[in-house]
């Protein structure tokens, strides 16, 4: 008769969890402190499989050696990843219709676009962003420049997104999927066409860190990211976010999320605001 054992997950002492917490958030700007159940739930088994004997060797280590797959662990472990192509649908519904005409017009001279898919996760978003722009300019897009840089702090999101090979898209035209996807018929997986794939830059990016890009932003997209933030941090985030955009520029986030009473930028219709 088989016998079924259940482990117990690690307990994880007051210091330690109170030092988890001070780096996770000081470094990566991530609001654990109401999490002391999940972090040990979700990172007690990955621990055991490392030989790791308890919580503190963990900590210990994480803090003294900064190993890049201990803190990988971390991240993937205690956020989430989700997302899939057209997400929040409406927001790409109204980037079409109202913000790329006005963007088109604003650029004929130069005819570049500058996009930010700012958490990118494993690269649904900034996909779904490219083939907006495709279909918006049609016969016109390879005279603009509409380049879409998407970034991430998980190397493990990011690698998937450059592979680029997905479950079938649902709730995609299917005309979007015969032109922008090739269907592997051994993995069954849909690997986004290499059109698609070099209008969109992949980067490591910590976004506790200063934003120093070239240019500055017509759009920015930050969705279901800010939800592991607390407010000073989510307040310092969007006044980097304000910095690194153009004048009259459009910032998107989710609708589980909210900029309050933010003076710096004017709410257009459920979240997307407009830089003031």
């Not at 307990?11 to 330690?16: E, F």
């Amino acid at each position: 008769m088989f016998l079924g054992f259940v482990f117990r997950d690690f307990d994880i002492s007051d210091a330690d969890f109170q030092q988890l917490v001070q780096f996770m958030h000081r470094n990566y700007g991530i609001d654990l402190s109401k999490k002391r159940q999940l972090i040990s739930s979700r990172l007690s088994n990955s621990l055991k499989e490392r030989n790791y004997k308890d919580f503190h060797s963990f900590v210990d280590r994480l803090l003294t050696v900064r190993d890049s797959a201990d803190i990988e662990l971390v991240l993937n472990k205690l956020t989430t990843n989700y997302t899939f192509f057209l997400r929040e649908k409406d927001h790409f519904t109204y980037l079409r219709n109202h913000i790329l005409p006005e963007l088109a017009r604003k650029h004929q001279q130069n005819r570049s676009l500058s996009i930010w898919s700012a958490g990118c996760s494993s690269g649904e978003e900034p996909y779904t962003l490219s083939i907006y722009l495709k279909e918006f300019f049609g016969a016109q897009a390879a005279n603009w420049d509409t380049r879409i840089l998407a970034t991430d702090i998980s190397q493990q999101a990011l690698k998937k997104a450059q592979q680029a090979c997905y479950q079938m898209p649902a709730d995609m035209p299917d005309e979007w999927v015969k032109k922008y996807f090739r269907h592997n018929p051994v993995t069954d997986l849909y690997e986004v066409t290499p059109a698609l794939k070099s209008n969109v830059i992949f980067r490591t990016f910590n976004l506790m860190d200063p934003i120093r890009f070239r240019t500055k932003f017509d759009i920015i997209f930050c969705r279901n990211v800010m939800i592991y933030f607390d407010q000073p941090t989510r307040d310092a985030l969007v006044k980097r976010f304000y910095d690194a955009m153009n004048p009259g520029g459009y910032f998107f986030i989710s609708h589980s999320e909210s900029l309050n009473q933010n003076p710096l930028f004017q709410p257009v219709v459920p979240a997307v605001y407009r830089k003031r």
